[in-house]
């Protein structure tokens, strides 16, 4: 190999060429890895998305798992009620009651998503739970009432809790709703 001296050494096309091509690499390489973090950013927020999604979509399942049981108990209750058989009240109260701690459970034990709102949430569906659990064993406690008066005294608290019923749904709605749009998913109605 013979070494020439380059003659074109000050030529500025050459040179505008060469800084041309090295300005360009850094450049196109910085474009693929800024392409790369959107796209890891980018399926990192879709996993988050989807499991905010499922976390919330779970915690409906388990409220639609009791519909049947709450609609069956509280027929019940009503006729009970009306041939004043207290004592049926009260198991049907006292297995609804131990029905909704079950899920309490399992949403105590569910790990909470790497979401936003996610804390927030989940202690909106313990609150919630809680609420549907304290209907129920005011239920047993009016069936297993010693005499009229702790009846009465039952009474009042179960008409208490049944006014409650309609604010303890719009604080898990709004809950919900908040969890959902923090994190980029739309409720069903």
């Known amino acids: 190999m013979k070494y020439t001296q380059n003659k074109n050494i000050f030529n500025l096309p050459v040179l505008l060429k060469t800084s041309i091509t090295f300005n360009l690499k850094p450049t196109i390489m910085l474009k693929k890895l800024t ?25 409906v399942k ?30 049907a109260g006292e297995k609804m009651e131990q029905l909704v701690e079950t899920k309490i459970q399992e949403i105590k034990k569910e790990p909470v998503p790497d979401a936003k709102e996610a804390d927030n949430f989940k202690e909106a569906c313990l609150k919630y739970f809680g609420f549907i659990k304290s209907m129920y064993t005011s239920y047993k406690e009016f069936g297993q009432a010693a005499d009229e008066t702790a009846r009465e005294k039952a009474k009042a608290k179960v008409l208490e809790l049944a006014g409650s019923k309609q604010a303890a749904m719009t604080a898990m709605q709004t809950a919900q709703k908040k969890f959902a749009d923090a994190n980029g998913f739309r409720l069903e109605k």
Do not use: H, P
């Open 62 to 91: 388990k409220e639609k798992s009791l519909l049947n049981d709450i609609t069956e108990t509280e027929n019940k209750v009503e006729r009970y009620v009306t041939y004043e058989q207290y004592d049926s009240i009260g198991v």
């Open 35 to 59: 392409f790369a973090a959107i796209l890891v950013i980018s399926i990192a927020s879709c996993g988050s998305k989807k499991a905010a999604f499922d976390y919330s979509e779970n915690f």
